[in-house]
């Protein structure tokens, strides 16, 4: 049966034009001028599920055949339809080098029906800011908990003559990222009601571009968040566009659940065939019937069972490239840290003094400002970062000289010796001290470590507003602080 004809057939389907019994696993195959095209429907009470496979030889590489996977289903009539597309691409070639694209398909299907990411319409097209109304709407996108999809904010710089709207060719990154990211566009008039209603260190301006991951949130770390100045876009934005295209897609495969977001041809085939032999079973069918039955659920099954591997094989080249990227990024930073201490103790030796950051006033701050002064000295791991973002603490500054404390005098103690560390007075009320009986385990960066010391201000109260508690432990390793939650005392089995 060919693609239209599947596609007639659904709709009909879809509106009960067709008895439920015409479908129930039902699978169909045509073949045409070197194509193939497969489709498969599985209904059980109100629910559709169907698939659509289209395999396609490259125009210009032989042996590469390109292959367009479709799911669409529902689970009731009053429920909105669930659309899933997958590339594959399967070659012999030795290496496969290829630019990611999304299918036309879904730009075909953005341009006739219409597509939704939650309250986002997804478009082939950018999306352009013209007024404020339009920021607002793009803030209420930017924070809504239905979005599943990153958007790209590319603005405008103001502060160059003759500026276009963007140094990213927006309408052709829109058009190659359909249905994988929204890219929306903003002047640089609008982009102060930007930074009002998400704060500098979220924002972006003077024609820089920020990737806003789905789940934003005001307290989030801004790193999270990916920014790329306006000078880095103005000196090569073709490669800027380059790379934005293979993380997005690269970030695509390692969110979305093969088998749950999106589901494989050769697994509703699979259900299909099933079907269709308990069908005839049930209705006491031959035993032609039957073998050929079985036999097209063997064949299904075998490749649902290639498929399931080749999903395997790609997660693994994809935790083998991401292990690769964090290894080296590592190997970058330990060099990093050992070139700026190297540096630090140069200056010391001259005389020179370094200019110091103002200490932060605000958590809001806090874990920026321990990022920015105390790297390579001192880390903070994600439950402080979290307990940061929740502090009821009310002496910001008594917390900003205890971590420089840990970052300075006691990290030369670990490091360099010099003085025992178990209950001795810091400043003004301010204890270190091992954590005894407190002492927990917790994760940073892939190693299980223990929280084994903790400063601590006197009293016994437990009033987050007045207690005051910073775990943390040295990590001999890479010879730095590693604070495992600030600033409130936290619940153990001792205590």
Not at 89 to 112: F, K, M, W, Y
Not at 288 to 303: D, F, G, V
Not at 374 to 382: D, I, R, T
Request: aromatic share 6%; with cysteine; proline share 4%.
């Amino acid at each position: 049966m060919a693609r239209d004809e599947v596609l007639r057939w659904a709709r009909k389907r879809a509106a009960g034009e067709l008895p439920k019994e015409a479908w129930d696993g039902q699978s169909f195959e045509a073949l045409a001028a070197g194509r193939t095209t497969m489709a498969a429907l599985v209904t059980a009470g109100d629910s559709v599920l169907w698939s659509l496979r289209g395999d396609d030889p490259d125009k210009a590489v032989p042996g590469r055949i390109w292959s367009t996977e479709v799911s669409l289903g529902r689970n009731s009539p009053a429920d909105d339809i669930q659309l899933g597309v997958r590339l594959v691409v399967n070659s012999a070639e030795p290496e496969l080098t290829i630019e990611p694209a999304v299918p036309g398909l879904v730009r075909q299907i953005v341009d006739r029906c219409g597509l939704r990411d939650g309250e986002v319409p997804i478009r082939g097209d950018g999306h352009f800011a013209s007024k404020s109304e339009h920021v607002d709407t793009l803030v209420k996108w930017l924070h809504s908990g239905a979005r599943r999809l990153p958007v790209i904010v590319a603005t405008e710089d103001e502060r160059v003559d003759g500026s276009q709207r963007s140094g990213l060719d927006v309408e052709d990154l829109a058009a190659r990222l359909c249905g994988l990211a929204h890219v929306v566009w903003v002047p640089a008039d609008l982009t102060f009601g930007l930074s009002d209603a998400l704060g500098k260190s979220l924002s972006v301006f003077h024609g820089g571009v920020r990737l806003y991951e789905p789940g934003l949130s005001l307290l989030d770390d801004p790193r999270d968040h990916r920014l790329i100045l306006g000078q880095v876009v103005d000196r090569d934005p073709k490669s800027v566009a380059s790379e934005l295209r293979r993380g997005i897609a690269r970030d695509s495969l390692r969110r979305t659940r093969l088998g749950h977001d999106v589901l494989s041809f050769a697994a509703v085939r699979s259900a299909a065939t099933r079907a269709t032999k308990e069908a005839r079973t049930s209705e006491g069918a031959g035993d032609s019937e039957r073998l050929t039955a079985a036999l097209a659920q063997i064949e299904a099954l075998t490749h649902e069972a290639e498929e399931l591997q080749s999903q395997i094989d790609q997660a693994w080249q994809l935790s083998e490239d991401e292990s690769s990227r964090a290894e080296a990024s590592e190997r970058q930073l330990h060099a990093s840290w050992a070139r700026i201490e190297t540096l630090e103790d140069a200056l010391s030796k001259s005389g020179t003094a370094l200019d110091a950051a103002p200490d932060p006033t605000t958590w809001d701050e806090f874990a920026e400002w321990c990022d920015a002064i105390f790297s390579g000295k001192l880390a903070l791991a994600p439950s402080a970062r979290r307990g940061l973002r929740k502090a009821l603490f009310q002496d910001v500054a008594v917390a900003a000289n205890c971590v420089r404390w840990l970052a300075e005098d006691a990290r030369n103690r670990f490091v360099d010796g010099g003085g025992a560390l178990a209950n001795i007075p810091v400043f003004d009320g301010i204890t270190n001290a091992p954590c005894g009986g407190d002492e927990y385990t917790f994760d940073y960066q892939g190693r299980r470590l223990s929280a084994n010391w903790h400063l601590k201000n006197g009293g016994n109260t437990r009033q987050p507003e007045r207690c005051l508690r910073i775990y943390y432990t040295f990590d001999a390793q890479y010879r730095q602080i590693v604070v495992s939650d600030m600033p409130a005392h936290i619940r153990t089995a001792a205590s």
